[in-house]
């Protein structure tokens, strides 16, 4: 089965993302809740490979 047949018979109902980011906004608006507010990952969990990309990318002059 491919996955468009899949999705095809997919019984549960359907999201379409750009609305369901634009009432995700709406909620943290209404809430007054800011990317601020928002818990970021501690990164107490990464391997060495993700600590040597995020290094790179900062060393780079880019900000992950």
């Known amino acids: 089965m491919s996955a468009a ?4 018979n997919w ?3 359907r999201i379409a993302f750009k ?10 608006a ?3 809740i800011t990317d601020a507010d928002l818990p970021r990952n501690s ?4 391997t060495a490979s993700k600590k ?6 900062k060393d780079a002059g880019g900000n992950w």
């Open 5 to 8: 047949e899949k999705t095809e």
């Open 11 to 13: 019984p549960g109902r």
């Open 19 to 28: 609305s369901f980011a634009a009432d995700l906004a709406r909620r943290r």
């Open 30 to 32: 209404e809430l007054g």
């Open 43 to 46: 990164g107490a969990r990464r």
């Open 52 to 57: 040597a990309l995020l290094k790179a990318i």
